[in-house]
T-cell receptor, first 115, second 115 residues
Framework: QKEVEQDPGPLSVPEGAIVSLNCTYS??????FMWYRQYSRKGPELLMY????GNKEDGRFTAQVDKSSKYISLFIRDSQPSDSATYLC???????????????FGQGTILTVHP | GAGVSQSPSNKVTEKGKDVELRCDPI?????LYWYRQSLGQGLEFLIY????????KSGLPSDRFSAERTGGSVSTLTIQRTQQEDSAVYLC?????????????FGDGTRLSIL
């Protein structure tokens, strides 16, 4: 079983829809949670970064972390065709041992927003 | 400012040849990470550097893989006697330091194809 599970989709939604992307994880040492967006033939671009449990909002994007359930979500409001990309969740443990900064990724969800 | 730069962007080589992949991190970033992205395995950690030291090489898949960093800046990932299963996108990321609260920023990767 992978440490981080993410539904690969693909997910197709109409423009303006609310998109919900999710990841579950098994390693209770994970403290830092990130969402990256990756366009075709490009590197991952950091979208959201949260520490421990709670919500964080940035424009049309909201990230939620529920450590008790080992579950994280990314919501995209008023989705646009330009949001079409692969969305990757990533996690890391707190500093210590040899896990400094090492990211563990989900498989990525392919999202298409059609006009 | 300039982001993480990787070269070459694409590399095609014959099985059994050696390849070198280069990463120029963001200026001033002391931590540098290598990941590999393939269809079946997603994005996997290979190795990280703090300065010129590599405390965690746990992700290197075999002894054919090696990496070095000089001057606390440029890093080179070398794959010897390449095999077809080495075909993947090799991504480099950098961050201001090794701690998990310092997000990683990625380059666009080197797309490696082994014939």
């Amino acid at each position: 079983q992978k440490e981080v599970e993410q539904d690969p989709g693909p997910l197709s939604v109409p423009e303006g829809a609310i998109v919900s992307l999710n990841c579950t994880y098994s390693n209770s040492a994970f403290q830092y949670f990130m969402w990256y967006r990756q366009y075709s033939r490009k590197g991952p671009e950091l979208l959201m970064y949260t520490y421990s449990s709670g919500n964080k909002e940035d424009g049309r994007f909201t990230a939620q972390v529920d450590k008790s359930s080992k579950y994280i979500s990314l919501f995209i409001r008023d989705s646009q065709p330009s949001d079409s990309a692969t969305y990757l969740c990533a996690m890391s443990a707190s500093a210590g041992g040899t896990s400094y900064g090492k990211l563990t990724f989900g498989q990525g969800t392919i999202l298409t927003v059609h006009p | 400012g300039a982001g993480v730069s990787q070269s070459p962007s694409n590399k095609v080589t014959e099985k059994g040849k050696d390849v070198e992949l280069r990463c120029d991190p963001i200026s001033g970033h002391t931590a540098l990470y290598w990941y590999r992205q393939s269809l079946g395995q997603g994005l996997e950690f290979l190795i990280y550097f703090q300065g010129n030291s590599a405390p965690d090489k746990s992700g290197l898949p075999s002894d054919r893989f090696s990496a070095e960093r000089t001057g606390g800046s440029v890093s080179t990932l070398t794959i010897q006697r390449t095999q077809q299963e080495d075909s993947a996108v090799y991504l480099c990321a950098s961050s201001p330091g090794i701690y998990s609260n310092q997000p990683q920023h990625f380059g666009d990767g080197t797309r490696l194809s082994i014939l």
